[in-house]
């Protein structure tokens, strides 16, 4: 196949797909289109103020009906950065839904107040419920156990940017754990999606968990992963396999119905951790005891990297879904 890089070089158009979308799903994109994305992203990365206020004079509702840090505040510094103002919801009681508003009326008055929606609830069916009235494009920061794409995104980008003889083609390999729960970790979810729209670079993922073997996986996940390239393997150990691994992708929260769990909390990584000397460590974040604090100062903390690249993904992905993206291309 054609090296990823090349495909970047060429494919600038892949980004016109992306105007006026509502992004409920990983699913829903090409490799090209997020190749294209990650090329947008690191030229907003390089220089945030690339294109001068893009977004200016258009209004972004961030609706967060669960907790958030990373999520809403670096959608919120994307959307500034661009130029744009913001409405912010931050606690669904101050909205009609305590009154028993529905979230399609909800989606019908936020055509009249905003240009784009970015929305995280834990009830799986909501952000669809509100596309059904939407006439501006949302964006899922979080649906229950769902989704979570933009994260899975911000994960890939990283992975490319520290390792971007990835994009080559030239048979670069990289052995990776991801310690997570499929079926309950959103992030999880997204992340081996989008591990499948690239399965020349990805195609073995080690899946590191101590649940229950019927829990780890949705009816027919795997399946689907497998069928599309994805060379999934199961370990119920971390440390034997750590010194083998290039990436080790970490989380054990999860969110359920309105409040998280844990999972996978016997696996923690320290500086004692027998990792390869230039392995990456990778955590969505929020994290716990999983992941010693005594880290963040070794090269193999990628974590903070992964959250600030986030910003710049996000960027990438609102300008294209929002602003007409031939005035980006044009002087991209
Ligand atoms: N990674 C992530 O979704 O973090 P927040 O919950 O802080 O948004």
């Known amino acids: 196949p054609k090296a990823l890089l090349k495909r970047i070089q060429e494919d600038g ?3 016109q797909v992306l105007a006026n979308q509502h992004i409920v ?3 829903q994109f090409e490799a090209d289109t997020i190749l294209q994305l990650f090329r947008l992203a690191s030229k907003y990365e390089s220089n945030p103020l690339r294109f001068s206020d893009p977004l200016k004079g258009k209004i972004l509702i961030s609706a967060f009906y669960e907790p958030s ?3 809403r505040l670096s959608f919120e510094s994307a959307w ?4 744009g103002d913001i409405m912010s919801i931050t606690d669904r009681a101050t909205t009609g839904i305590a009154k028993g508003e529905s979230l399609a009326d909800v989606g019908e008055m936020f055509n009249n107040y905003g240009d784009c929606v970015v929305l995280r609830e834990s009830n799986e069916d909501s952000v669809t419920e509100m596309t059904s009235t939407l006439r501006i494009p949302i964006i899922n920061a979080g649906n229950g156990t769902r989704e979570h794409p933009t994260q899975a995104m911000a994960d890939l980008y990283t992975i490319f940017k520290w390792k971007p003889e990835l994009l080559e083609n030239n048979g670069t390999k990289i052995k990776i754990a991801v310690i997570g729960v499929p079926s309950f970790m959103r992030t999880v ?3 081996l999606k989008l591990f499948a729209l690239f399965p020349d670079i990805f195609s073995e993922v080690v899946l590191v968990h101590d649940s229950d073997e019927t829990e780890i996986f949705t009816p027919g996940q795997r399946e689907k992963l497998e069928a599309k390239g994805l060379n999934l393997t199961i370990s119920r150990t971390l440390d034997d396999i750590l010194p083998t691994l290039d990436v080790v992708y970490i989380n054990a929260i999860a969110w359920v119905g309105d409040s998280y ?4 909390t ?3 990584l ?3 951790s027998p990792l390869k000397e230039d392995a990456i460590i990778l955590h969505p974040l929020a994290r716990g005891d999983e992941l010693s604090t005594d880290l963040d100062e070794t090269p193999h903390n990628w974590y903070f990297s992964q959250a600030r690249g986030a910003v710049f993904l996000r960027m990438a992905l609102l300008t294209c879904m929002v602003e007409r993206t031939e005035r980006v291309l044009d002087v991209v």
């Open 261 to 264: 769990e844990e999972h996978g």
């Open 266 to 268: 016997k696996f923690k």
């Open 25 to 27: 799903s990983v699913e």
């Open 189 to 191: 979810r997204s992340l």
């Open 69 to 71: 840090t990373r999520t």
């Open 13 to 15: 158009d892949k980004l």
């Open 80 to 83: 500034h950065r661009l130029g």
């Open 270 to 272: 320290d500086k004692n």
